[in-house]
């Protein structure tokens, strides 16, 4: 038998993707792991684990295991998710028209993410925010398990292979 992983725990673990750290799946015991670029690096340059602090030398051994095995799947990363297109395709689904180009207008140029932040704030929608992004990432969660065969279950119980192609979401209702 297989093992059958949870779909929300997937889900948090995309939630915490950044810039240094990695997440991973373990596919015969359904383990998910998180490491750092630090601990991957040195793992890969074969460093001298004694080089570290001892808090540290674990998940460098912990990396090294992942590195040399096949029983591991990396999340997507964020270069996977993009957060951008996220945030974009929210503002397109805000109605009235005039608050999907208040956000739209929000979200050009440098600075685009704290402007929309700052926006949803000031609006009150951000709990929609917060709904919308976690729906497309357990979106992107099942594809990603899909597309690797490993079983999943929703949080409502059951197991999960497939899933419905959804669209983009009910609208986000706001006022201006």
């Not at 750092?36 to 001298?48: K, N, P, V």
């Not at 976690?134 to 409502?156: F, G, K, P, T």
């Amino acid at each position: 038998m297989s093992v059958i992983v949870s779909l929300k725990e997937i889900v948090d673990h995309l939630n915490m993707v950044g810039d240094e750290s990695t997440a991973y799946l373990n596919r015969k015991t359904g383990e998910l792991v998180t490491l750092g670029g630090e601990e991957l690096s040195a793992a890969e340059e074969r460093e001298d684990m004694e080089d570290y602090p001892e808090w540290q030398r674990e998940g460098i051994a912990l990396a090294r295991e992942i590195q040399d095995s096949e029983d591991y799947l990396e999340l997507p990363t964020k270069f996977d998710i993009h957060e951008y297109r996220i945030v974009e395709e929210f503002c397109r689904s805000a109605e009235p028209e005039e608050l999907r180009e208040q956000l739209l207008r929000k979200i050009r140029g440098g600075g685009a993410f704290g402007r929309f932040k700052q926006e949803i704030y000031q609006l009150k929608i951000e709990q929609d925010w917060y709904r919308f992004r976690d729906a497309e990432l357990e979106r992107i969660a099942m594809q990603w398990l899909e597309a690797n065969e490993v079983a999943y279950r929703r949080d409502s119980g059951g197991e999960g292979r497939r899933t419905e192609q959804g669209g983009e979401g009910d609208p986000i209702k706001g006022v201006i």
